[in-house]
């Protein structure tokens, strides 16, 4: 059977003998040689990436999924041999056993075997730790590297595949390493010294110390008040009569700045401009051009997504990865609709903005489309620019040609990524300014006392605002002035300000606030946040976060014993040297090394002074059902989150489940005293039931609604 057309630009596949007796001897002979190796395997990370990888590269190649890491350090000890080099100790997780014994089963009856795993260095990681833990031959796997799931882009991938590089390797293995060093060490300070189901981490503890610093600054902060003046002018103009109103605000007074900072600073102006005399003294008019935004990096895709679309970081990521690895479409193929969503470049590849380019002329017009491919540069410190920014795979797969093959959320994000692409390779919207100085006092006084100022801009060419919309643009034109022009004053506006406290951090200006600062890399922001929340470090209070009582003691105690460790410089410096691996400018093991040293000595220094704390334990007031104690039982804290236990471990080791309660059973709580809990299946999905069951059977899938009476939480479901 001859390739088709879509195959062009792969390797060959493999060809094998036809059985003849001629060659059934030599058949025989390498049973365990060539017969066994037949055909290519290619290996990713998830099945819906091996569905789409299989649909683009026909029945030659087969696709399997490793479900991401398949080895990873042993959870039970620090795995980190310091003594020899920091060598890292490995193993295969149970629940990964039988998927590495089937991949080591098909590798070793493949001819050759192509790791495609994601573009970055998790996933080269992924690929090695493959490579062992499925003892493959070297000479038969080689790497293929694409940024999106297409045919154009996997057929150029495959043909040119490379080895694994172990620069990117051993940065992921010095990240791992430097996270269990830390991580493993100071959390099992933290179970020693306050409570268990603590934890710490090199960049988790770092966003931590974030979020407190600002609570505090919040709450130090003291507001000062300030006022301001405008007024209200109007100018008809002859000899249609048009009439054109403006709010100016009042700058100077006898040429000196006004520092309005009380109302008794005010008043004395009030009467002065209420019978004052306004006279345009000057008129600048001229052009602006607002450009438009660079297309998404993983960060600003998470702060659009969270003030657009109300996301959460996790969910815009969940979302994003399900649009890169495919969704099936009027083919029936999985088709990959946007390139790799972990990166912080803003670079884009040139076919990409051909196609936006040709798509914009034909769609908007030619002016609509810039003389030359914008260029735009990235505000992380240490962008990767080998990489992508975010954008669809095909300018020409509009939102709305696929709003039926997509649920809602990856609609709303699809088009979010597809319009800030298209937009970001459009031209400049352009403006039309003025600004009017204007001269203010009592008729015959020279020089007049009072200067105001009034500013405006005409939207005269859309641009890239022809694609996001014009609605809030002013269009009219802007009102005729000269100098010389008498205007009537309408109304004299005092207001009266406060300055604010800095704003709390939403998940979404954390993640910014950590990309500006250096601290960890795209791959890190959501697993960081979502980690802060698991262990009631932070909670959220509508879209802004805000650290609990054990966050905030937690974080009080890393930075008196660790301040380097939890220190935003530090930490960045690092991820500074973790670069530097990945590019062979430095070593894994002497960047351990100089990182180890200092950190074991805060390490039992703390280990000595760190105080010992009360248990956080919140007493539900039960008695055990194991030891018959009164009020035994207690809320504590596990490496899974919380539960239920007797006060008296380790005499006694009675635990039962913990359910948040969120309100009263609708169907028994008058007469039982029935409570609403937050349950989830097995397969993680979200449902609320009573706690009472089997007694009462309530449940539901929606969350009450707001508002629900608050009860205690309790929990009646036994152990």
């Not at 490995?90 to 790791?115: G, M, T």
């Not at 660079?294 to 649009?323: C, D, H, I, N, W």
């Not at 604010?500 to 950590?514: D, G, H, I, K, M």
């Not at 194991?626 to 007797?646: K, S, T």
């Amino acid at each position: 059977m001859g390739r088709t057309e879509a195959h062009e630009g792969l390797p060959p596949p493999t060809v094998f003998p036809t059985k003849t007796k001629k060659n059934k001897k030599k058949t025989r002979r390498n049973a365990r040689g060539l017969r066994k190796r037949r055909g290519n395997l290619v290996i990713v990370e998830s099945p819906t990436k091996a569905r789409s990888m299989s649909g683009i590269l026909g029945a030659s190649y087969r696709v399997q999924a490793s479900l991401g890491h398949v080895r990873d350090l042993l959870t039970s000890q620090l795995s980190v041999d310091v003594e020899n080099g920091f060598r890292p100790k490995y193993r295969v997780p149970n629940p990964k056993r039988e998927i590495v014994k089937r991949l080591k089963a098909q590798s070793s009856h493949a001819e050759r075997i192509f790791l495609a795993t994601d573009p970055d260095r998790e996933g080269e990681a992924i690929a090695w730790h493959l490579t062992e833990a499925a003892e493959m031959d070297a000479e038969r796997v080689q790497r293929v590297v694409f940024h999106e799931i297409t045919a154009d882009a996997v057929h150029a991938a495959f043909a040119q595949p490379r080895s694994l590089n172990a620069d990117l390797i051993d940065a992921q293995q010095a990240r791992r390493i430097l996270d269990r060093l830390v991580g493993y060490n100071i959390t099992e300070l933290l179970w020693r010294k306050m409570d268990s189901g603590l934890s710490a981490g090199r960049v988790q503890s770092v966003a931590l110390r974030m979020v407190v610093e600002r609570e505090r600054a919040i709450a130090a902060f003291q507001p000062e008040e300030s006022w301001t003046i405008e007024v209200l002018l109007e100018k008809t103009a002859p000899p249609q009569g048009q009439t054109w109103k403006m709010l100016a605000s009042l700058r100077e007074f006898q040429q000196q700045s006004l520092e309005l900072k009380r109302e008794v600073d005010v008043l004395p102006h009030l009467h002065n401009l209420e019978q004052a005399t306004y006279l345009v003294q000057r008129v600048k008019k001229g052009k602006r051009k607002r450009r438009p935004s660079a297309p998404f990096t993983t960060s600003s895709l998470q702060q659009e997504a969270s003030s657009r679309l109300g996301f959460g970081v996790r969910k815009t990521m969940s979302v994003a990865q399900q649009l890169y690895e495919g969704i099936a479409l009027e083919s029936g193929k999985q088709v990959g609709l946007i390139t790799y969503m972990r990166t912080d470049s803003v670079h884009v590849a040139q076919s990409a903005q051909r196609e936006a380019r040709e798509y914009v002329a034909k769609r908007f017009g030619i002016d609509h489309r810039p003389k030359r491919p914008p260029t735009y540069r990235t505000r992380a410190r240490a962008a990767q620019e080998a990489h992508e920014a975010i954008r669809p795979t095909a300018v020409s797969r509009t939102p709305e040609s696929l709003q039926a093959h997509l649920a809602p959320e990856q609609y709303e994000l699809y088009r979010l990524i597809w319009r800030r692409f298209l937009a970001s390779q459009m031209s400049a919207a352009e403006y039309g300014t003025m600004q009017v100085e204007i001269a203010a006092g009592g008729a015959g006084v020279d020089p007049a006392p009072y200067a105001l100022r009034w500013s405006g801009s005409q939207l005269r060419f859309a641009g890239f605002l022809a694609l996001l919309g014009t609605e809030k643009e002013r269009t009219e034109p802007l009102p005729l002035l000269e100098e010389g022009d008498r205007l009537t004053q309408v109304a004299v506006i005092p207001e009266q300000h406060f300055s604010q406290p800095p704003p709390r951090y939403s998940e979404a200006t954390l993640v910014r606030e950590l990309e500006e600062s250096g601290i960890g890399r795209p791959s890190t922001y959501a697993p960081t946040i979502t980690v802060l929340q698991q262990r009631e470090y932070i909670v959220r209070e509508g879209t802004r976060i805000q650290p609990t009582e054990i966050g905030i003691r937690v974080c009080d105690r890393l930075v008196e014993f660790f301040p380097e460790i939890v220190d935003v410089t530090f930490t960045a410096r690092l991820e500074d040297e973790l670069d530097e691996i990945a590019s062979g400018k430095q070593g894994m093991q002497p960047m351990l090394e100089k990182f180890y040293s200092p950190f074991a000595e805060s390490l039992c220094y703390a280990q000595e002074h760190m105080p010992v704390e009360e248990r956080l334990a919140e007493a539900l007031g039960r008695p055990c059902p194991e030891c018959g104690r009164g009020d035994a039982l207690i809320l504590r804290r596990g490496r899974f989150g919380r539960f239920i236990g007797c006060r008296h471990y380790p005499d006694c080791s009675y635990t039962e489940a913990f359910y948040e309660t969120v309100g009263p059973c609708p169907l028994c709580h008058e007469e039982h005293g029935g409570l609403l809990q937050k349950r989830q299946t097995r397969k993680k999905r979200r449902f609320y039931g009573c706690s009472r069951y089997p007694e009462c059977d309530y449940i539901t899938w929606k969350a009450p609604e707001e508002g629900a009476t608050a009860v205690p939480a309790l929990n009646h479901a036994g152990k």
